[in-house]
């Protein structure tokens, strides 16, 4: 555990606090809202990585229509979502600072290669089910979130048991 | 909606709602996978206000926009709700997507904003995302099973 995230006491359900997770998740949804607003784009994060896909794969399915005439500004929206992020840890945060995971290398890549093909196959991540399709309050959403929620609780909490940390 | 369409405020707007999106994953903490591993694991159940903070929100904007706005300024589109046709791969990508983040703690968004961050490890689980994302729709092209997206 990074030595610059408040200790955990147990006795409590919030051993952070609630207002860094109300806030970030008003501005999560926020962000979400001004592009709605002003675009009528509900976007999610991870359609980036099929239709990003399209720019050097010949497979059919990256170069569908609708990834091709929206693979540029889903670029910009994830250089705007790493600048935002950037502009908190290294400028904003009332400890600026280059911060690095200790969680392993092979959990990393084993999860993100999962992450990739579930998003895709489930039709949204936890930004466009969890936040604009419960938004939505879309039953496809609600399920996919539950079932992924699930999953994840049992996932995470296997691989505590079986002693790996982080 | 086609770029001649398109207002010149169009990929600016969606650059700042972005910066506001990472903004708010960076405060929240979902950048550190750390974070997310804990509430997973039950030890810190924060988290479920990020989600809920965030659906909150779209969920207003949503239901105001499709009931009393027209159409988007910047691209003349007409407001929608996020529904998805349901399927079989709606609950089997659900499954995996869990257990990969349940595993590592990183979700596609999470995941960008924590290279924002300078969590330079993070290329491990974004260049995962692109082989898995790859590998399925490799796949699904041999295969022909279009549905979804």
């Not at chain 2, 969920?59 to 079989?88: N, Q, W």
């Not at chain 2, 974004?126 to 790859?134: D, E, K, Q, T, V």
């Amino acid at each position: 555990m990074a030595p610059l995230l408040a200790p955990l006491v147990l006795e409590t359900p919030f051993p952070r606090g609630i207002l860094p997770y109300l806030v970030g998740g008003l501005l999560v949804g926020l962000g979400a809202a001004v592009i709605y607003l002003a675009t009528g784009i509900i976007a999610g994060a991870s359609t980036f990585l099929e239709s990003t896909l399209s720019y050097v794969s010949d497979v059919d399915r990256f170069n569908r229509f609708k990834y091709v005439q929206s693979r540029g500004w889903r670029v910009v929206f994830t250089l705007g979502i790493v600048s935002g992020a950037a502009l908190w840890g290294l400028v904003l945060a009332p400890d600026p600072t280059i911060w690095t995971t200790d969680v392993q290398w092979w959990r990393l890549l084993a999860g993100g290669v999962l992450v990739g093909v579930g998003t895709r196959l489930g039709k949204g991540c936890t930004s466009g089910h969890g936040v604009c399709g419960v938004g939505s309050l879309s039953n496809t959403s609600l399920v996919n979130v539950a079932t992924f929620m699930a999953f994840a609780i049992g996932t995470a909490q296997l691989v505590q048991a079986l002693g790996v940390t982080p | 909606m086609s770029d001649e369409t398109r207002s010149p405020w169009f990929l600016p707007v969606i650059y700042v709602g972005g910066l506001i999106f990472g903004l708010g994953l960076a405060v929240s903490g979902m950048a550190r996978p750390e974070v997310v591993l804990d509430f997973l694991q039950f030890d810190d159940f924060g988290l479920v206000f990020v989600m809920g903070g965030a659906a909150v929100v779209t969920g207003i904007t949503f239901a105001v926009a499709t009931r009393y706005l027209d159409r988007a300024p910047l691209t003349a589109s007409e407001y929608t709700r996020r529904v998805k046709e349901f399927d079989r791969n709606v609950v089997v990508g659900g499954v995996i997507f869990g257990v990969g983040w349940g595993l590592s703690g990183i979700c596609p968004g999470s995941a960008y904003a924590s290279f924002g961050v300078g969590n330079y490890p993070i290329l491990w689980a974004i260049g995962g995302m692109f082989l898995g994302a790859y590998a399925q729709g490799y796949v699904r092209s041999l295969t022909g099973s279009e549905e979804g997206t």
